[in-house]
């Protein structure tokens, strides 16, 4: 049990709040705005960030996509060295949020910015970030993680850089009420997946992070439970428990899986499938595939999580997998593509990147992977 941890963004939690951006961002610094489509436009947010940075000199960045392609924050890194920006504002969901950090770490970079998700360049620093959170699922917001496509070779490639927490993030709780549902089914599996990726390993006597997964976990099934009942509550709920599920805290000096977040990402960056989408198809498969070396942290989730009295890990799974059925999620990937040579493509982008045994034991590797997509095509 030991660890190092910060975690210096400011969080301000709560309704308006996004009014009080001016009094973290230094008025004579000239601002990139940053944001997706047109979301921000209709439900209100998009005016309400313009009106507090009246004082301000800024420019904006719109398009950012679900899946944020290197291609297209390549115009936003022209436009804010042409700019000269001293600060980004990121308004909208992970990916917007994953885009920013991108164009922060590269800001300062002659070189092509893919270089930093190939591991060939280390940034030294980056422009300083603010957050205005308009979808609940990634924690971006609030750690080093950004998750970038490439869309030339359709690879989709994860990054942490020390420079890229925010210096602020506006969570309003209020925004989510303008999402459909499949936004607000994909931040609930999001973050139970991401929960569960550091918390379904094996037994290792950490309490506190044990706990804390288990609260999580078992407040989203609530949520999950009353999603036809959504209140203001509610969607509190949901904004703070995805922010604590990947804020850095419950992964503290225990073991982390992860090895669904690889396969889905190469599922995402080829197919375009909802990243939350590839993971609860993958999980419950990997699941199956791994149980001896997770049963034990099965059996616990059964007990503690979904309230079950079984020594059979297979009704714990199935369990898993029944919750992303009742959401209305698809689990199979010919669902969402035709491609008869998904095995073909996904196993040597995993090798590429740099995943040939991974997990929390790592123990998968082309042949597990092999298993767990045969059963989720």
């Known amino acids: 049990m030991e660890f190092s941890y910060l975690n ?11 009014s009080t951006i001016s009094s973290f961002i230094p008025k004579n610094y000239k601002v990139l705005f940053i944001y997706g489509g047109g979301s921000i436009k209709r439900n209100g947010v998009y005016q309400q960030v313009v009106n507090s940075l009246e004082e301000y000199t800024w420019y904006e960045f719109s398009g950012v996509e679900p899946n944020p392609t290197k291609e297209n924050l390549d115009n936003a890194i022209k436009l804010a060295k042409e700019k000269n920006v001293d600060y980004i504002l990121a308004v909208g969901g992970g ?32 422009l300083p970030i603010g957050a205005i959170l308009t979808l609940a699922a990634t924690g971006s917001e609030s750690n080093t993680g950004s998750v970038i496509t490439k869309s030339e070779t359709k690879e989709k490639r994860f990054f942490r850089s020390e420079h890229s927490f925010p210096k602020f993030a506006i969570l309003d709780p209020d925004v989510l009420k303008s999402l459909d549902e499949r936004q607000i089914v994909n931040g609930l599996i999001d973050s139970f997946i991401h929960t569960c990726e550091q ?8 309490l506190a992070q ?28 949901l904004m703070w428990l995805a922010n604590q599920a990947l804020n850095g805290l419950i992964c503290l000096g225990v073991p982390q899986d992860w090895a669904t977040h690889y396969i889905g990402h190469e599922l995402s960056g080829l197919y375009g499938i909802d990243h939350a989408r590839t993971l609860a198809i993958i999980q419950p498969n990997l699941l199956r595939v791994l149980k001896e070396h997770k049963t034990d942290k099965l059996l616990q989730m059964g007990k503690n999580v979904f ?3 079984t020594q059979d890990p297979d009704e714990v799974i199935n369990k898993i997998e029944n919750l992303y059925k009742s959401l209305g999620v698809e689990l199979k990937i010919s669902k ?6 998904i095995k073909e493509k996904v196993i040597p982008l995993l090798k590429k990147h740099g995943f040939s045994e991974f997990g929390e034991n790592n123990i998968v590797n082309s042949a597990i992977v092999e298993k767990i997509l045969d059963k989720s095509i």
């Open 8 to 18: 210096p963004t400011r969080i301000e939690f709560g309704q308006a709040k996004i």
């Open 307 to 309: 309230n079950m009295d």
């Open 210 to 237: 044990d706990n804390y997964s288990e609260g999580i976990l078992k407040a989203l099934l609530k949520l999950a439970s009353t999603i036809e009942n959504k209140d203001d509550l509610w969607y509190a709920n």
């Open 199 to 206: 918390y379904l390993t094996y037994k290792h006597g950490m």
């Open 336 to 341: 969402y593509t035709d491609d008869k040579e």
């Open 95 to 126: 990916s917007v949020i994953d885009g920013a950090k991108y164009v922060a770490n590269s800001y300062y970079y002659d070189g092509d910015g893919w270089d930093i998700l190939e591991g060939k360049h280390i940034s030294t620093q980056a």
